[in-house]
DNA sequence: ACGGTATTTAGAAAAATATCTAAATACTTG
DNA sequence: CAAGTATTTAGATATTTTTCTAAATACCGT
């Protein structure tokens, strides 16, 4: 929701790498969780934080969930940061 | 130095406070502590993580240590962002 | 409805983080 | 050099976060 959570969200180097996996489009979370060396709970447990940071969305299509990224909440983040640099 | 802190870094509610207090000007620790209700030992604290993640640079006077913004280093944390939007 | 696959939820353990108090360091000035 | 102020470091504690295993839920195809 805020900028607390989205921050919080960014701050963890899996979600990370899993929000760059998502910049060629959506993905299941199986396939995710396919590129680290984790459990799947803990994919779903990352998952469900960038969910709530607002920086993925998800959608439904038969025995998946897919993952896509939320482009407009790192608008907002980098309009955030960008009032630190020069007014 | 790398990605990892200054992300972890911005991710705590107090540290994004600070930083925006550091945009007009330098301050002391002292002076930036003030702002908050916390002992000056946290204080110490979270600037040591500001610093480590190079977001501010200290400059020392008198008996007095400056605090500032490194606003090169965000411009690099709105780098890696802007990949994840667009191309 | 059943069996199988995909994903999440619950609960617990381990690791990291934020905070405090008290002590240490650093610097300034008389 | 001693006293005073500013800040940091050390050590302890409480909270939060990350991760796992096991169980639960959801959805598909037969």
Redesign the pocket.
Known sequence: MGFAETF?AL??P??REILLLLRRGQL??????SHF?????????????L?KADLVF?T????????GLNTSVVEEVMLWLSQLKGE
């Open positions: 919080k701050g963890d899996v979600r299941s979370a199986g396939e995710i969780g060396d984790m459990t799947g709970a803990t994919i779903s447990y990352h998952l469900s934080i969910k998800e439904r299509e038969k025995n998946y969930i897919y993952y």
